[in-house]
């Protein structure tokens, strides 16, 4: 049987001591070990991508001159073909009645009349007992008919032969230019429409320099410059 001695008061502190420096190292070492957590991981759906659509693009209307119908009038002369009909095919001048002679057919009233409606005149009336199937084309040879006015403080101011897509820059040109005294900023445009006069007032001056946009003139246009009082 071993004898069991009482610790002084002295031994008990040491023993409780050396059991708090064991201690220590285990407590700091479990304060350093991570703790490890399982998350889920449920991937975020994302949304597809949509293609983004825009309005498409709307062209933009500038200001354009109608296109003009070329009618024929007194002064033009047209070529009159008939297929493998030489007789029949030549030259006519419209007269200032507007008319033609054409053989078979007498005397015509075409003013006003495009030349493909001339060439559909001009077949009716071979059909009805004169050839069984004419084959008739109509061209413009000279365009006489069609005229504009250039008046006021240019050069050589007259009546000249309107042409497609004329502007007023052309127009001064072929009446030689602005004079000196030429108010080359106003210059003044009437047209008739529908029985009515209109009036637009242009400045050909930077028309000419690129300034501007252009003008497109139509059959009949008076274009007047007016005198600069500067």
Not at 150 to 160: A, E, H, S
Not at 167 to 173: I, L, M, N
Not at 183 to 208: C, H, M, Y
């Amino acid at each position: 049987m071993t004898a069991v001695f009482p610790l002084t008061s002295r031994a008990r502190s040491q023993v409780l001591t050396a059991l708090m420096l064991l201690a220590i190292p285990l407590l700091m070492g479990a304060c350093r070990t991570p703790v490890r957590t399982e998350v889920g991981y449920a991937p975020v759906a994302t949304a597809t991508p949509q293609p983004v659509t825009t309005p498409s693009a709307q062209p933009v209307a500038t200001p354009e001159a109608a296109t003009i119908q070329r009618t024929l009038g007194p002064g033009d002369v047209i070529d009159i073909r008939v297929f493998q009909e030489a007789d029949l095919t030549g030259s006519f001048r419209i007269s200032e009645e507007g008319t033609i002679d054409y053989p078979f057919c007498g005397r015509l009233s075409v003013s006003g009349l495009s030349q493909g409606a001339l060439a559909d005149r001009l077949t009716a009336c071979l059909k009805d007992g004169y050839l069984k199937n004419p084959q008739v084309t109509v061209f413009l040879k000279e365009f006489n008919s069609q005229k504009i006015f250039v008046l006021g403080q240019v050069n050589k101011p007259g009546t000249f032969l309107f042409e497609d897509r004329m502007s007023v820059v052309q127009a001064v040109s072929l009446a030689g230019g602005f004079s000196k005294l030429a108010a080359k900023n106003s210059v003044i445009v009437t047209r008739r429409v529908d029985g009515s006069e209109q009036k637009f007032k242009l400045p050909v001056e930077s028309i000419a320099e690129g300034r501007h946009a252009n003008f497109t003139l139509q059959p009949g246009d008076i274009v007047y410059v007016p005198e600069s009082f500067l």
